[in-house]
């Protein structure tokens, strides 16, 4: 039931490259910035991409992220076991009038 | 060091009422929006409310509308969430976090959080 859709789970091995997409609509994603937050269990999440594609201090180059039309996606580079964790997209959505988060897709590094 | 520290979670009945804190520090606290946002156990994120710098505005999703109200006070460096009439489904982690809308809108730093659980 959320705004955006994000897929429930990706793996893929060490070394390699992942994307993750997040789905919506004009009156968010189509219009607006999209931001990454990564989750560990038990812990708040953190800000990992904001405005489409830009770091925050400290977050490491392997991420990068874009934004065509209403979606956008998220790629980690060089995947690493410490990748583990749910990645949520976010957005401001001008229908609603606040921000709309996806539903969180959990990265598995085989 | 920029902190935001949730209190005031716990158990309470449905239809009950809880105060939830959020204390900062290490930040030029009256100049930016804040918001909550909450989890329920094992679920995505959800945003809940903001309010404005100068507490002038905030707003809501639909779902708390008419049972939750928003505050703030500058001088204490504080954000609060008064909840009324809690429902089952406002069970969760509160963690609030603080606004960015310099390069679109985002949320820069949160807190660890704070549990509701709402259960009889």
């Known amino acids: 039931q959320f705004v955006l859709t994000q897929p429930p789970s990706v793996s893929e091995a060490p070394r390699q490259r992942v994307t993750i997409s997040c789905s919506g609509s004009?009156?968010?994603?189509?219009?607006?910035?999209v931001n990454w937050y990564l989750q560990f269990p038990g812990k708040p999440p953190k800000l990992l991409i904001y405005?489409?594609?830009l770091l925050p201090s400290g977050v490491s180059d392997r991420f990068s992220g874009s934004r065509s039309g209403t979606s956008a996606s998220l790629a980690i580079s060089g995947l690493q076991s410490e990748d583990e964790a749910v990645y949520f997209c976010?957005?401001?959505?001008?229908?609603?009038?606040?921000?709309?988060f996806g539903g969180g897709t959990k990265l598995i590094v085989l | 060091e920029m902190q935001l520290v949730e209190s005031g979670g716990g158990l309470v009945q449905p239809g009950g009422s809880l105060r939830l804190s959020c204390a900062a520090s290490?930040?030029?606290?009256?100049?930016?929006?804040m918001s909550w946002v909450r989890q329920a156990p094992g679920k995505g994120l959800e945003w809940v409310a903001n309010?404005?710098?100068?507490?002038?505005?905030?707003y809501y999703v639909d779902s708390v509308k008419g049972r939750f109200t928003i505050s703030r006070d500058n001088a204490k460096k504080s954000v609060y969430l008064e909840m009324s009439s809690v429902r089952a489904e406002d069970t969760g982690v509160y963690y609030c976090a603080r606004e960015r809308t310099t390069s679109g809108w985002y949320l820069d730093y949160w807190g660890q959080g704070t549990l509701v659980t709402v259960s009889s």
């Open positions: 405005y489409d594609n």
């Open positions: 290490g930040l030029t606290f009256s100049t930016y929006w």
């Open positions: 004009t009156s968010n994603i189509g219009n607006n910035g």
């Open positions: 976010a957005a401001w959505d001008e229908r609603l009038n606040g921000p709309v």
């Open positions: 309010i404005k710098e100068d507490g002038s505005e905030e």
